[in-house]
Each structure stands twice: as structure tokens, then as C-alpha cells.
């Protein structure tokens, strides 16, 4: 399979679990990213990974936890989540350097629902 | 900070016949990129076309184009003999050059395609 895969595609989950989404990239990028889709508002970027390393945190609260512990890994920890963080959580990857920078590839998205 | 804004919420159009969906943007840049994603009931976000603000000359990608217009901060996609596969979520984004790599999206326009 090529380009980026996210799992699951659906998630519901209890205010007092923790759970964790999955992205992985096919495509040799070294830059993965962490965006929540909420219906009629922008995407919002929440987490910025180049080579490994976090280099954005967009103000987004400690109940996500991400971690990349390769440059075509990246997972989102949950736990104690609110019912306003249900949403379509997308992963993206692109190749940073170069002209060619910053197309970002976009995975399917996990539907994430909070009870 | 960098805006895109998508003023129409709901777009229509009868099949073979021609869209275009607006866009505009408010930056103080003058090297950045410009990008139209599609997000089909699929939910993945695909990459339609993509404008770099130094190019004078407007993207085009098959039934797809641009009309840019720098100085007007202007980015509209034009949908040539549109097809039932072109009904989707359309996205504006912008990234700029100066540093912080941030892709900013619209909030939208949902096409939808009559046959």
C-alpha cells in the first residue's frame, strides 16, 4: 500500500479511556503531522514532527500525547478525553527541503467519537 | 497571522458544466504556495493543484485550474467539464516561506455535482 495509512478509521471511546490512533507513511517523508477536523471550522494543526523531533505544539491540551518514533510513525495517545474532542483526527506527512517542500499527503482520517 | 477564507459555503453545478470556487487570502509574505484540496465522502484530503506565488503563470492540472491574482490576494479554482466524481469538500490552503510552516486552510466549500 502506498501513501499514508491511519487506523483506526473509527474509534468510540469512554471519557476515562485511553486509547491511540495510528499514521503511517509509505511515501519517504521526513516530516508527519497531527491535524483535528471539526465540522464547520478550518482544520487545525495540532502537532508538527521533522526528522523525529516535535517542533509544533499547537497549543493543544496534555490529554493528547503524540509520539514519532520513526520518521514514518507517528501515533496520537488519548486519555480522559472531553465529548468536544470528537472529530476526524487526519495525519499528513510531506518532504521538507527543496522547492518540492511542503506538499503535505494526507491520510483518511479516524472518526473519533467521545462519550 | 496568515488568514484563508472561503466564502462559499455551498456550491452547485449541472455535470459537463463549469464551477468556480473562490478563494482569498491575507498575508505579508511574498514568497509562499498556494493549494486546492479535495476531500471526497472518503474523507481523504487530496491534493488538486498547487500555485507557488512566485510564478507568474496560473496552475492548471487537466479540468482544473487557477485564476491567481497576487495583488488582489485572489486564489479561485475553476472546474472544467465537472463530473459526479467531483463532488466533494473543497479546501484552500495557504504556506508560507518566511519560517513558520504552518498550512492554513479555508473552512470550505461543499461542490456538489447534479447529473
Known amino acids: 500500500e502506498t501513501g499514508v495509512t491511519q487506523t483506526p478509521r473509527h474509534l468510540v471511546m469512554g471519557m476515562t479511556n485511553k486509547k491511540s490512533l495510528k499514521c503511517e507513511q509509505h511515501l519517504g517523508h521526513n516530516a508527519m503531522y497531527w491535524y483535528k477536523q471539526s465540522a464547520k471550522k478550518p482544520l487545525e494543526l495540532m502537532f508538527v514532527?521533522?526528522?523525529?523531533?516535535?517542533?509544533e505544539n499547537n497549543s493543544v491540551p496534555s490529554r493528547f500525547s503524540p509520539e514519532c518514533p520513526n520518521s514514518s510513525h507517528l501515533f496520537l495517545h488519548l486519555h480522559t478525553l472531553q465529548p468536544e474532542d470528537s472529530a476526524l483526527y487526519l495525519c499528513?506527512?510531506?518532504?521538507?527541503?527543496?522547492?518540492?517542500?511542503?506538499?503535505?499527503?494526507f491520510g483518511a482520517g479516524t472518526r473519533l467519537s467521545v462519550l | 497571522a496568515q488568514t484563508v477564507t472561503q466564502s462559499q459555503p455551498e456550491m452547485s453545478v449541472q455535470e459537463a458544466e463549469t464551477v468556480t470556487l473562490s478563494c482569498t487570502y491575507d498575508?505579508?509574505?511574498?514568497?509562499?504556495?498556494l493549494f486546492w484540496y479535495k476531500q471526497p465522502p472518503s474523507r481523504q484530503m487530496i491534493l488538486v493543484i498547487r500555485?507557488?506565488?512566485?510564478?507568474?503563470q496560473n496552475a492548471t492540472e487537466n479540468r482544473f485550474s487557477v485564476n491567481f491574482q497576487k495583488a488582489a490576494k485572489s486564489f479561485s479554482l475553476k472546474i472544467s467539464d465537472s463530473q459526479l466524481g467531483d463532488a466533494a469538500m473543497y479546501f484552500c490552503?495557504?504556506?508560507?516561506?518566511?519560517?513558520?510552516?504552518?498550512?492554513?486552510f479555508g473552512k470550505g466549500t461543499k461542490l456538489t455535482v447534479n447529473p
Open positions: 514532527y521533522n526528522f523525529k523531533e516535535q517542533t
Open positions: 499528513a506527512s510531506s518532504q521538507q527541503g527543496g522547492r518540492s517542500k511542503n506538499i503535505q499527503y
Open positions: 500555485q507557488e506565488a512566485y510564478k507568474q
Open positions: 498575508t505579508s509574505e511574498s514568497d509562499y504556495y
Open positions: 490552503a495557504y504556506i508560507g516561506q518566511g519560517g513558520s510552516e504552518k498550512l492554513v
